[in-house]
């Protein structure tokens, strides 16, 4: 009796609908993937940013699916690099367009929905018969869905015109913000290149930066990241770089900033190394 359940249920269906062999504990895999990026969505919709490279996450589940069903585990490995390349990769979400929500985006995922369906439990030539339309049929579900939680999450009343969110700016008069309870996240949040002069800084986070100021390590002092033309910098965008300017003897630098995030804290940037011999060594970065 157990056995014509399980042939019944979610897991007697998807081999159905694929037209080939799918063990239920890789259907359970691919359904908490799918369940996790969804989740993902939703919780970056609720910060105000949509997907671009995390749509990336949607072949990903479809050559995971397709490496079990062609037995090709070839397949295995390009599905699981699409998945930690729309996890990871610095822009996987952008701040979302202006406008909340975008109600003809609902709609046509709704439509989406429908027709995905349609595919996916029609019988024919249309239907679980061919794998290939059962498991664009899934895609499709999976892709529509996320159109949905992306649109619908977005919180109201929390967006400008130009699609960015409304960040209170930091307060930089003064030593208020960089004596502040500032914290440092467990991954850094910007990169650092040395140069002959300085040093090059550059946002390796998925979200842009507010800036509000730095200074060399152990020296009590406090200055605006510029522009090459001097004017101040507040905002360093997915992927940015700005010139700190260094002298020989300074071993390190210190960033205040905070993520563009309603709720973000103050963070602190550290970097540490070694200075150049005044022999002309090279600096070593700890």
């Not at 910060?47 to 585990?73: F, I, K, S, T």
Request: proline share 12%; glycine share 14%.
């Amino acid at each position: 009796m157990q056995a014509a359940w399980w042939n019944t249920g979610l897991a007697g269906l998807l081999p159905a609908l694929t037209g080939g062999p799918l063990t239920p504990l890789y259907a359970v895999m691919l359904g908490l993937i799918a369940a996790y990026w969804w989740g993902r969505v939703w919780r970056e919709a609720r910060l105000g940013y949509a997907p671009r490279v995390a749509w990336w996450a949607v072949p990903g589940l479809g050559a995971l699916l397709l490496a079990q069903l062609l037995d090709v585990p070839a397949l295995f490995g390009v599905g699981a690099g699409l998945l930690l390349l729309a996890e990871f990769w610095p822009a996987a979400f952008v701040p979302a367009p202006g406008r909340s929500p975008q109600w003809e985006r609902v709609g046509w995922a709704l439509v989406g929905v429908v027709l995905a369906g349609t595919l996916i439990l029609s019988p024919g030539p249309l239907g679980p018969q061919d794998p290939w339309t059962g498991v664009t049929g899934l895609l499709a579900l999976v892709a529509c869905v996320a159109v949905l939680l992306s649109v619908l999450g977005r919180p109201r009343g929390a967006r400008r015109p130009g699609g960015r969110a409304l960040v209170p700016p930091l307060k930089t008069v003064g030593f208020t913000t960089r004596w502040a309870a500032a914290v440092s996240p467990a991954w850094p949040e910007l990169s650092v290149t040395l140069t002959g002069n300085g040093a090059q800084l550059r946002n390796v986070s998925p979200r842009p930066l507010l800036l509000a100021g730095w200074s060399p390590a152990g020296v009590n002092a406090w200055m605006r990241p510029r522009r090459p033309d001097g004017t101040p910098l507040e905002v360093l965008g997915v992927g940015e770089e700005v010139f700190v300017p260094l002298g020989p003897g300074d071993g390190g630098v210190r960033v205040w900033y905070r993520p563009e995030r309603p709720d973000a804290p103050p963070h602190l940037f550290r970097a540490d190394w070694v200075p150049a011999r005044p022999a002309g060594g090279e600096r070593v970065l700890n």
